[in-house]
């Protein structure tokens, strides 16, 4: 990086509310020092040491931008300009009415555009406590796999335990190794491009057949520490979503509705969905199969699946635990900790989840300590847009007795005037949200000229 007027913004984490900070700061001419601990350090869930590496799902979730809350979000971040967003669009793979990307291409083309960039420094090193005190300027976006070091430090700083919980991974397999004598191509009601996922189809016996295996498989012992630890409820195991009940999962990702099976007449009683997590085409994810069973049991239950009899699997699921701070209780209004207000949070260390509510966090978080750097006063976003709602929920909307992650959804948005329900409530909020968006951003343009 060359020399610069400003001092630099120090970001911790190059996952995506990292380089998303990065990328936001530099952008308006503020130089960025991104320090990423891998290779350096491992994580129990990353196997590369790429930028942005997905380590869960290859999905950013419904790409609706008029009557979901997700897809808001994600149309609010490209007008941003963001960078998880242009590369999530260019490396897009078919998942219906969802934005679904080949994870590879994804962290390369993210970690390639974070490279290019003159005004920022990439540093592959752990920060291992708090950060010098000649760092006025930090943003700590290490995510729910902070190091012990560094979470250790935060804690004394803030006099909190972190909270945590377990996140889980759903196993992928090789597209080549499924029955299509028993699977099909088909979106729920044909959305999309109608055929974006992989169906298998379980009767009544089938289905009572696989949860009896799947309740009596060996699982992952935790250790006594971390008995207490629940999982977020976003992302339960499969096999714990059954011991609830053993309806429980044809009521959730098994449910067999908006789908007609071409190799029968007869209606499944559960569908198994994968859905495709390479540009290639040739590696599929089981789409809500999170799961803390061994991988010898993993191989064995999943094969009882119809056209999964002789599925390989590129990656096995697993389970790890996360943490993440106290934010409406330890952070301001701009993300800074009110114990030491140079340092910022960013992504799912705020108790956000979900890969796009990560990065916006890291985009608000980046604009905001930019315009400290510029001298510059940064008004949040507005309460009525996606950005605006997540950051206020986490900055004091949540109760901070019982705070736990949150994906963006619309019941965080102040209600829309009038007597307005249904898909035409869903519709004025995205409206008034994207026509907020714009005003805002025209005012932050202005303020920076």
């Known amino acids: 990086m060359t020399e610069h007027p400003l001092e630099p913004v120090h970001i911790i984490g190059g996952g995506l509310a990292g380089g998303e900070a990065a990328w936001q700061a530099a952008r308006v001419g503020v130089p960025v020092v991104l ?6 350090r491992g994580t129990e869930a990353h196997v590369t040491d790429g930028l942005a590496e997905l380590v869960c799902s290859n999905s950013f979730r419904s790409d609706d931008a008029e009557y979901n809350a997700v897809g808001l979000l994600h ?4 007008r941003c300009g963001s960078l998880i967003m242009r590369a999530g669009d260019a490396n897009r793979v078919p998942a219906g009415a969802a934005l679904a990307v080949d994870r590879v291409g994804f962290s390369q083309d993210v970690q390639a555009a974070l490279e290019a960039e003159p005004l920022i420094e990439i540093r592959r090193e752990e920060i291992a406590g708090l950060p010098p005190e000649d760092w006025d300027s930090v943003i700590i976006a290490t995510g729910p796999l902070t190091s012990p070091a560094l979470s250790d430090a935060v804690l004394a700083v803030t006099g909190e335990d972190s909270l945590a919980f377990f996140d889980a991974i759903a196993p992928i397999v090789h597209k080549d190794t499924i029955d299509f004598s028993k699977a099909w191509f088909q979106s729920r009601y044909d959305k999309g491009d109608g055929k974006d996922y992989v169906n298998c ?15 009596a498989s060996e699982k992952t012992e935790f250790k006594a520490w971390e008995k207490d630890t629940p999982y977020f409820e976003g992302c339960l195991p499969i096999e714990v979503m059954a011991e609830r009940g053993k309806e429980t999962p044809r009521y959730g990702p098994m449910k067999p509705v908006g789908l007609t099976n071409p190799h029968s007449a007869d209606k499944p009683y559960a569908v198994v969905q994968l859905r495709q997590d390479n540009a290639l085409g040739t590696l599929y994810n089981m789409v809500g199969f999170q799961t803390k069973m061994k991988y010898g049991e993993q191989a064995r239950v999943l094969r009882m699946i119809p056209g999964l009899e002789t599925a390989e699997f590129a990656r096995l699921g697993g389970v790890h635990r996360n943490t993440f701070i106290n934010s409406p ?11 030491d207000p140079r340092l910022r949070f960013a992504g799912q260390i705020t108790g956000v989840e979900g890969y796009v509510e990560s990065a916006a966090i890291g985009l608000i978080a980046g604009r905001f300590a930019a315009a400290d750097r510029r001298g510059q006063t940064a008004g949040p976003p507005p309460p009525t847009t996606a950005l605006g709602a997540l950051l206020g929920h986490i900055t004091g909307g949540a109760v901070a007795e019982t705070f736990q992650p949150m ?10 005037e009038g007597r307005i329900r249904g898909r035409e409530r869903k519709r004025a909020l995205t409206r008034r949200a994207l026509a907020d968006l714009q005003t805002w951003l025209g005012g932050v343009r202005a303020a920076a000229e």
């Open 35 to 40: 320090h990423e601990m891998r290779p350096v």
């Open 75 to 78: 149309e609010e971040m490209r």
């Open 201 to 215: 189809p379980l009767d009544r016996i089938q289905y009572d057949a696989f949860i009896a295996e799947l309740l």
């Open 329 to 339: 209780k330890l952070l301001d209004g701009a993300l800074r900790l009110r114990a």
């Open 407 to 416: 994906n963006i959804n619309f019941g965080l948005f102040p209600p829309p």
